[in-house]
T-cell receptor, first 114, second 118 residues
Framework: AQTVTQSQPEMSVQEAETVTLSCTYD???????LFWYKQPPSRQMILVIR??????QNATENRFSVNFQKAAKSFSLKISDSQLGDAAMYFC???????????FGAGTRLTVKP | GAVVSQHPSWVICKSGTSVKIECRSL??????MFWYRQFPKQSLMLMAT?????????EQGVEKDKFLINHASLTLSTLTVTSAHPEDSSFYIC??????????????FGPGTRLTVL
């Protein structure tokens, strides 16, 4: 079974600064999907960014980018120019090509200081 | 992206009663929906996969007789917590899996239902 590990329970960043959230995963599959989801206090899960494993190019969505290292099974999220609205729980998730279910990491709580 | 609604958003019930939570796909036909449970300050744990027109697939450790899932149509899946107990108090989230037009197989999540069992 695939496992997803987020080793940073909490992170803090100053407004306008850059922060990187770590994620590693374990799988024997060669192709899969990786995601970062944001869960604000409302608890609605919001997709931040996604990456397909066969694509070597790192995904980017405005201020959000990933560093995908397939051999190392690492998928970190970089948030540039952090804003107060970025404060939330961030979950890294793995989805197999073969199945539809998604596995989540334990989450990282991000605090943005004004 | 796809829009998923849940009802109710918050429910309080007495121990021993049953509670039904609805998950609706508002703009896609969802052959597969997922049910998650999230305890305070914890991650989402997959409970079961709901398949339209067939039996749900439960994760190991999830009691199928306690958490009844029905996916009778392509737009509605329901989770019934039977004989609820205080330890069933949690945040329940459904998601729509593999909607048409999604090339990355991302899931779209409902807003969740907070269940409190007294």
């Amino acid at each position: 079974a695939q496992t997803v590990t987020q080793s940073q329970p909490e992170m803090s960043v100053q407004e306008a600064e850059t922060v990187t959230l770590s994620c590693t995963y374990d799988t024997s599959e060669s192709d899969y999907y990786l995601f970062w989801y944001k869960q604000p206090p409302s608890r609605q899960m919001i997709l931040v960014i996604r990456q397909e494993a066969y694509k070597q190019q790192n995904a980017t969505e405005n201020r959000f980018s990933v560093n995908f290292q397939k051999a190392a099974k690492s998928f970190s999220l970089k948030i540039s120019d952090s804003q107060l609205g970025d404060a939330a729980m961030y979950f890294c998730a793995y989805r197999s090509i073969l199945s539809n279910d998604m596995r989540f990491g334990a989450g990282t709580r991000l605090t943005v200081k004004p | 992206g796809a829009v998923v609604s849940q009802h109710p958003s918050w429910v309080i019930c007495k121990s021993g009663t049953s509670v039904k939570i609805e998950c609706r796909s508002l703009d896609f036909q969802a052959t597969t929906m997922f049910w998650y449970r999230q305890f305070p300050k914890q991650s989402l744990m997959l409970m079961a996969t709901s398949n339209e027109g067939s039996k749900a697939t439960y994760e190991q450790g999830v009691e199928k007789d306690k958490f009844l899932i029905n996916h009778a149509s392509l737009t509605l899946s329901t989770l019934t917590v039977t004989s609820a107990h205080p330890e069933d108090s949690s945040f329940y989230i459904c998601s729509e899996g593999n909607p048409s037009g999604s090339s990355y197989n991302e899931q779209f999540f409902g807003p969740g239902t907070r269940l409190t069992v007294l």
